[in-house]
């Protein structure tokens, strides 16, 4: 199924699209509010996508390249992943390329998926964001997502122990 808005299209993760997703996971900036530290193989996130799309397959995920309605540029990816079917839940995660940054694309993406997963019955997502990520946390606010948790140390990345904010959203 591909998710239209406005300007951007969003459909379901492929193999092909791992070469454009890995100058996201390079990209040092991009990568700075996430998990893991950048990515400087191509061959590892080629392996990465390759295992979401059996995610997908499985019915444990979903990922969604976003590209511009107009140019087809690729812009990002949204994802749900640790889908609950018993309690109809699952985390939304987005990441937009710093070219996209300050255009409402992300909103704009993450919008049509809140849409999605009210129709495919889903009633609840969390969000769980690096604390300092202002642009993610303002996003999530504005959609109405409301600051639920707090993490303590919960990620080790660059030597250090990073907080999460978490987020929920009831559909």
């Known amino acids: ?17 791992a070469p454009l997703i890995y100058p996201f996971f390079s990209d040092a900036e991009v990568m700075s509010n ?11 996130v080629t392996s990465r996508v390759a295992a979401q799309v059996d995610e997908m397959t499985a019915g444990a995920a979903e ?17 749900f992943i640790d889908i609950d079917k018993r ?11 710093r070219d996209g940054w300050g255009h409402g ?9 809140l ?8 009633k609840s997502l969390v969000a769980s964001i690096h604390v300092g990520d202002n642009r993610a946390e303002r996003l999530l606010e504005k959609l109405g997502f409301k600051a ?19 987020y929920g959203l009831v559909l």
Do not use: N
């Open 1 to 17: 199924m591909i998710l239209e808005t406005e300007r951007l299209s969003l459909s379901p993760l492929k193999p092909e699209d």
């Open 34 to 44: 996430l998990d893991q530290e950048p990515i400087e193989d191509p061959d590892e």
């Open 63 to 79: 990922y969604w390249a976003v590209r511009h309605t107009t140019s087809g540029a690729f812009l990002g990816y949204c994802e």
């Open 87 to 97: 309690h109809d839940r699952a985390e939304i995660r987005f990441v937009i390329a």
């Open 105 to 113: 694309f992300g909103g704009e993406a993450v919008s049509a998926l």
């Open 115 to 122: 849409a999605h997963a009210a129709a495919g019955g889903l």
């Open 148 to 166: 639920e948790g707090y993490l303590k140390g919960a990620v080790h990345r660059d030597g250090e122990r990073r907080d999460r904010r978490l």
